[in-house]
């Protein structure tokens, strides 16, 4: 079997895995994975930035709240149906990201993190100020009428996970082609050497603009699936803690593995889940999880993977 | 109450902003500065400080200025050995790989957090002030010990300046800070040093939390805006530049005490938020930092 | 966390053997006609959304002690139909996408009947699509006017606490007739704040009063000192609803502010100081200002015996604390909302004859069918009108005053003080 | 010599802080030649190329490449235009293959990705070595792929930053066959140290000294030239 042939072949049988899953899983892990599939996708988003272009943003949660206020607000103002509100949420998290991008990427390092945090903040204060508009810190309820895509209703268990499913597949095979692909190439040149890949003739202002855009389309459908797959719509979920939660996510799973946002994704949201049943002190579980995943594994439980064993794992 | 007035409050309640900002962000760049890492547990040993800090006071009799007292020596030392455990521990298991100690310092984050929680309690708590002195103006009254934290903050910010500057320990820092490798082959032990400098960003924490703590009290949730200020100050002020992080702290501090008294002062952070985000992208070495990042 | 809490509760197997519950509880058969029916022996399961950790923890904690002493009356006295009741509390860090997970967590994993407990106004917004879509009654105890104001959905009610626009409507008759006409509110500049100003800027109009400064604090704010020279100089009453842990900085530095001096009459909402000692240094200068409490944290002089069995019950002494620590501060002024929650579940459940999850719809429309609760063991707060249609319970106010570094209850306002038109009517709308 | 100029620089200057690393540079570059650069260290040689491949932008002067004026243009673009900048201090792509080390230049202007790669790594012979890490290449080999890739760009100009530095001498010669062979499609702009390298190779020298020319002519006439063994040998 040649590697892309191998390499296609294990992410669809992930993806045939997670279809199966639809119809195995119980109802409460059913709706846990449909989550995961979400954030999941935002953390694809993410990872492409950062992971393979090397882009460190602490601003993601800027892109994830466009989209997500960017379809609720449509819904619940302009009564909106949910294919519109979707679209609309997609293109309001890229165009966010090519503003932001358009400014922060005169920085590198540790500044363009800071940067990308300040514009997320300043995004995340708006949200908070315009509670004409918003209900700021209380957020919105999207109501269960406008949640019906295609006509299925997203807010039932099934087509709530297969529209996650959906949106996930295509976020992972759009990201395994981009990623193999020459334009893949360039970003992780870019990651690796910027100077270098400049003197090849590439401008990096260019590409990493372009690759911004394309994370902040996946955190902008990520936020728009998530209001209209769970109803709500919270200025908590534009906080600082979900632009760390994306990098976090995507190192614990291996930054730069195509599937590893999703391993990290879904190992938090259980580690989280079933810490609960463990002890009261739950954060103490998942500080020390983290603690002992990082000495064990430094590069993620992908990226770990293919350093031992896997070297062809994209 | 008349202009003059207004502008003088809101400067000195700059001058505390300011003063708490420089604290809290001066062990970070030391840490930034010297290792290189992000250490994003740094808000919590900050508020591990203001809890510790309460503690203490609970546990010495006697007027408050003996606990606090106390609590300025105790604190910081506290601090600054879980800080070193946890250096030795684990950071340097993680060859202070930049992402790997995102992660492991974010673990550190929840474990500080949990075991506050634990064994604190979710309740603010305040600790008494040494003590209480109102300061009458003609137009208001004013806290004589926000003023007293004022000139404390220049004392610590005078003696880390001097550690740096002019201390064996400093120049040890510094040649750690200059080339990890070149300080090892002069048989600098760059380990000790660096579980040293993490110990004492913990301790700085540590002090500037106990010296907060009689305006602010103790909250084991408290460590989070410390963090990201300080982080900003850093930034803007330099990386690495001891006088960029005190002027960045005093031109944060002053501005967002003047703008957020005469303008809608939500509408002004975010407006400031903003401008912060722009004196970066304009100028990405920080205001007094002379190499690129 | 899903800490299971029986309490004093038999287990099935010591009922069947015909032994007396465990220990502290009554002989049981003589008070549970049809409790030797093992199938109705099975308990009821309720699921507790608890604020662990995170910002709401604080509540959370007084939440949780609340709920199990007032499980174990529940249960002595027989539970509810007879069969002996559990509640599950899992965390949800205070945090409305945890919040919906619990939620389903605890309907689906751990079997709950129903999920109760919910204070902060974000978690139950993030959790009530949930409820509706898996058709699971939610019963919270947040105090916002989310309920009422028809945002939510049919499974979700707040039958034990007054929501707050009633509340601070009822507040503008006492404060502009005794503190002062016109007033300055200072406020946090995000929904909870907002809901105040606006809430009481009309009330306030309505009563003949003047709200002649709105001073909005932003959210992060550590310090406040720079915000009260904004304070206009006729100022009569300052209206002060702050929330979050630097609640006792803003106290203190209003009190250094205005010193010993002339100052404006102070009406606050008790939310700034849940779980603080008003007996803080730094919180002297509180001494003759007014605050509006929903149950009066000290205990009064003309406590009714009901109020008094809860406060022992809980484990609260007569100044509010926890009688093992006296500087244990209750969230007194909310936390019975959780009680009389609980007791509202086993009067629906009875009267909808609740058998098992198939019962759920019943239990809502059982509900639904409330008009009043009385001052009773089960409505320590007071009595109380629900309105079924808004899913929502509107009860006393109290307005107390710092004396002697305790507060001491002056007014109690009357129920009609806190009407106002439905704006919602969720019996129309299906389940 | 029929020279068609492909470059010319005209007043070239730039100075850090008080440091003239060049300073009023006059600078012709023949189609087809080999041309040195040659100066003692400091003498602001990797500015100089530095300005004209555009990774340091120009205080003063101007630079026309191709009949164009390039003065202003990004760096990216002058590469697109045909300037290929190889660094002093190598700069692969270590944690990449080999192959896609070479791919990468040739994605770029959009040549044939498996074939185009391929003869190029033919060419400085890593050919067999096409699935290794670069990054666990021997430093001869990295200075040779990072050649490969300046080659894979198929440039009119080649500039080439002290390319033989910590080469063996038999790496040296196979160099030495490579860059003849790539001339005169290519022009080749050489820092070079080595100083047989450079008589060997080299059609036109130029001299820099403190940031100036200090002379430029055949290798016989700089070899010659008083003013440069001053230089060389007083300095």
């Known amino acids: ?314 | 109450m008349s202009f003059g007035p207004f502008l003088l409050l809101a400067l000195m309640e700059g001058m505390v902003t300011s003063a708490v900002l420089a604290l809290a962000a001066v062990g970070l760049s030391l840490v930034f500065g010297i290792m290189r890492v992000v250490n994003v547990a740094h808000g919590e040993f900050f508020m591990l400080g203001a809890v510790s800090a309460w503690f203490v006071s609970q546990w010495v009799p006697g007027p408050p200025v003996v606990g606090f007292a106390a609590a300025l020596i105790l604190c910081p030392l506290f601090v600054g050995a879980i800080a070193a455990l946890a250096d030795m521990t684990v950071l340097k298991r993680l060859n202070y790989e930049p992402e790997a100690t995102i992660v492991a310092t974010i673990g550190l984050l929840y474990i500080l957090q949990q075991a506050a929680l634990s064994l604190y309690g979710p309740d603010a708590r305040p600790v008494p002030a040494p003590f209480n002195l109102r300061v009458q103006l003609p137009w208001f009254g004013y806290s004589g010990y926000k003023i007293a934290v004022v000139a404390a903050s220049a004392v610590v910010l005078l003696g880390v300046w001097r550690l740096l500057a002019k201390s064996r320990v400093g120049l040890v820092m510094r040649a750690t800070q200059y080339d990890r490798e070149t300080a090892r082959a002069f048989g600098i032990n760059v380990d000790r040093v660096y579980a040293g400098v993490f110990a004492l960003g913990g301790g700085l924490a540590a002090l500037a939390a106990v010296l907060i703590v009689p305006i602010q009290q103790a909250h084991y949730l408290m460590g989070t805006d410390p963090l990201l200020l300080s982080f900003i100050v850093v930034i803007i002020g330099g990386l690495g530049s001891l006088r960029g992080t005190v002027i960045a702290a005093l031109l944060i501090g002053l501005s967002d005490g003047v703008i957020s008294t005469f303008f809608a002062p939500t509408l002004a952070k975010i407006v400031a938020t903003l401008a912060v985000a722009l004196v970066l992208v304009f100028r990405p070495q920080g205001l007094f930092g002379r190499r690129a990042l | 966390m899903t800490s299971r809490l029986i309490g004093k509760t038999p287990n099935r197997r010591s009922v069947l053997g015909g032994m007396a519950a465990g220990a502290g509880a009554l002989a049981l058969p003589t008070f549970f006609p049809g409790y030797t029916h093992a199938q109705s022996a099975e308990p009821i399961r309720l699921g507790f959304q608890l604020h662990r950790t995170g910002i709401g923890a604080s509540y959370g904690r007084w939440y949780e002690r609340t709920a199990t002493a007032a499980l174990n009356v529940l249960n002595e006295a027989g539970g509810i139909n007879g069969r002996p009741v559990e509640i599950l509390f899992e965390d949800d860090g205070t945090d409305p996408a945890r919040g919906a997970e619990v939620f389903g967590k605890l309907a689906t994993q751990s079997n709950c009947d129903l999920v109760f407990g919910a204070l902060f106004s974000h978690v139950v917004i993030g959790t009530a699509p949930r409820a509706a879509e898996m058709k699971v009654p939610y019963l919270v105890c947040s105090e916002g006017h989310h309920v009422a104001s028809g945002m939510l959905n049919r499974w979700t009610l707040q039958p034990g606490i007054t929501d707050v626009k009633s509340q601070v409507q009822g507040m503008a008759p006492f404060v502009t007739q005794n503190l002062g006409k016109k007033v300055t509110m200072i406020f946090p500049d995000f929904a909870f704040g907002h809901d105040h100003r606006d809430y009481f800027t009309a009330a306030c109009a309505a009563q003949g009063g003047e709200v002649i400064a709105q001073i909005a604090i932003p959210p992060t704010e550590t310090s406040f000192t720079r915000y009260f020279p904004q304070i206009p100089a006729e100022t009569e009453v300052i209206y002060h609803v702050m929330v979050g842990p630097a609640v006792l900085t803003f106290v203190k530095e209003l009190g250094e502010f205005y010193g010993s001096g002339a100052r404006p009459q102070l009406f606050g909402f008790i939310d700034s100081l849940e779980a603080v000692d008003i007996a803080s240094p730094g919180l002297e200068f509180l001494e003759g200002s007014h605050f509006w409490e929903a149950h009066p944290r000290y205990k009064q002089a003309d406590a009714s015996e009901h109020e008094v069995f809860y406060r022992n019950a809980v484990g609260v002494d007569d100044n509010g604390a926890s009688v093992t620590d006296p500087a244990d501060v209750a969230t007194y002024a909310h936390m019975f909302s959780v009680w009389e929650t609980l007791f509202v579940i086993k009067a629906g459940m009875e009267a909808a004859g609740y058998q098992g999850p198939a019962d759920r719809q019943k239990l809502v429309e059982a509900i639904e069918a409330m008009t009043a609760f009385a001052e009773s063991r089960e409505h320590p707060q007071g009595d109380k009108t629900f309105n079924g249609k808004t899913h929502q319970a509107f009860g006393h106010q109290n307005i107390s005053q710092v004396q002697g570094g305790k507060l001491i209850r002056v007014h109690r306002t009357s129920l009609e003080d806190g009407y106002y038109p439905d704006e919602v009517d969720y019996t129309t709308q299906s389940f | 010599m029929a020279a068609v100029t492909l470059l010319e620089a005209r007043g070239l200057t730039r100075h850090f802080g008080g440091l003239k690393a060049v300073d009023g540079v006059d600078f012709t570059l023949a189609e087809g030649e080999i041309h040195a650069l040659i100066g003692p260290n400091g003498a602001g040689k990797t500015t100089f190329v530095s300005l004209l491949c555009g990774r340091i932008p120009v205080q003063s002067g101007s630079i026309r490449f191709d009949g164009a004026d390039i003065t202003r243009m990004p760096a990216h673009r002058r590469v697109r235009r045909g300037i290929a900048y190889t660094f002093q201090i190598t700069q692969v792509f270590a944690n990449l293959t080999v192959f896609d080390n070479v791919a990468l230049a040739v994605q770029r202007r959009g040549g044939h990705l498996a074939e185009e790669t391929q003869a190029a790594l033919s060419r400085v012979g890593l050919a067999e070595r096409a699935g290794q890490i670069a990054g666990t290449l021997s430093y001869g080999h990295q200075r040779v792929l990072e050649i490969a890739m300046g080659l894979a760009l198929q440039p009119r100009l080649l500039i080439l930053d002290e390319p033989t530095q910590g080469l063996a001498n038999a790496e040296i010669e196979t160099f030495k066959d490579l860059v003849r062979q790539i001339v005169p499609e290519t022009t080749v702009l050489l820092i070079e140290h080595n100083m047989d390298v450079v008589m060997d190779l080299a059609q036109r020298i130029t001299v820099l000294n403190f940031g100036e020319v200090l002379a430029t002519g055949t290798p016989e006439a700089i070899r010659a030239n008083p003013a440069v063994q001053a230089a060389y040998l007083g300095g």
């Open chain 1, 1 to 314: 079997m040649s590697a892309g042939a191998r390499i296609w072949a294990l992410h669809l049988a992930a993806l045939a895995l997670l279809a199966a899953g639809g119809v195995l899983l119980p109802a409460y892990h059913l709706t846990n994975f449909a989550k995961v599939m979400v954030l999941a996708t935002y953390a694809m988003g993410y990872n492409i930035a950062f992971g393979y272009t090397g882009l460190l943003s602490l601003g993601h949660a800027l892109f994830f709240g466009a989209g997500l206020y960017g379809a609720g607000m449509l819904v619940q103002h302009a009564g909106a149906a949910a294919g519109p509100a979707a679209i609309a949420g997609l293109l309001a998290g890229g165009a966010m990201a090519g503003v932001v991008g358009l400014l922060a990427l005169r920085t590198q390092g540790v500044a363009f993190m800071i940067v990308t945090l300040m514009f997320a903040q300043a995004g995340y204060l708006t949200i908070l100020y315009n509670t004409a508009w918003t209900r700021g810190d209380e957020g919105i309820v999207i109501a269960r009428e406008a949640r019906v895509l295609l006509g299925f209703d997203l807010s039932a268990d099934l087509p709530r996970y297969f529209a996650a499913f959906a949106l996930f597949a295509a976020g992972l095979v759009l990201k395994l082609w981009l990623v193999r692909s020459p334009s893949g190439r360039v970003m992780i040149a870019l990651r690796e050497n910027e100077e270098r890949s400049r003197m090849l003739g590439y401008d990096p202002y260019a590409r990493k603009l372009a690759a911004l855009v394309i994370s902040g389309l996946y955190a902008g459908a990520a936020g728009a699936a998530y209001g209209l797959l769970f109803g709500y719509v919270g200025a908590s979920l534009a906080s600082t803690q979900y632009s760390i939660l994306p990098l976090l996510w995507v190192l614990l799973g291996g930054a730069g593995t195509v599937l590893g946002p999703f391993v990290g994704a879904l190992l938090m949201f259980y580690l989280i889940d079933y810490s609960s049943a463990v002890t009261t002190a739950s954060l103490l579980v998942v500080g020390v999880a983290l603690v002992l995943l990082v000495l064990f594994a430094p590069k993620g439980i992908l990226g770990t993977l293919r350093e031992r064993w896997l070297k062809w794992l994209p």
